[in-house]
């Protein structure tokens, strides 16, 4: 079993900044591929950045340039740095973890809204 526990969420103003951490917790944080997700009002929940395990990453074309995604094993969280904020970002963001055979995991979401 893996908990995962998103923060970081907001409102921005466009152009603007936000970094988002998800802390893992029950299970070892290193063998997990980890991701964001985000789903945005009567859409359906899309990738939008991924590491693999020894640190590949994997990023939606929307957000290409803007956004990365980084994971910190010592401390078992996954971030994604969001910057160049559009309104388009706005979105519940969800962290995922997953390990083929052992499991996969989601987050509660944290909300980020781009709006001046």
């Known amino acids: 079993q893996v908990q995962l526990v998103e923060s970081g969420g907001g409102l921005v103003q466009p152009g603007g900044s936000l970094r988002l951490s998800c802390a893992a917790s029950g299970s070892i944080f290193s063998a997990y591929a980890m991701g964001w997700y985000r789903q945005a009002p009567g859409k359906q929940r899309e990738l939008v950045a991924s590491?693999?395990?020894?640190?590949?990453?994997n990023y939606a074309d929307s957000v290409k340039g803007r956004f990365t995604i980084y994971r910190d094993n010592a401390k078992n969280t996954v971030y994604l740095r969001m910057n160049s904020l559009k309104p388009e970002d706005t979105a519940v963001y969800y962290c995922?973890?997953?390990?083929?055979?052992?499991?996969?995991?989601w987050g509660q979401g944290t909300q980020v809204t781009v709006s001046s």
């Open positions: 590491i693999t395990r020894g640190g590949s990453r």
């Open positions: 995922n973890a997953d390990r083929s055979g052992e499991g996969n995991y």
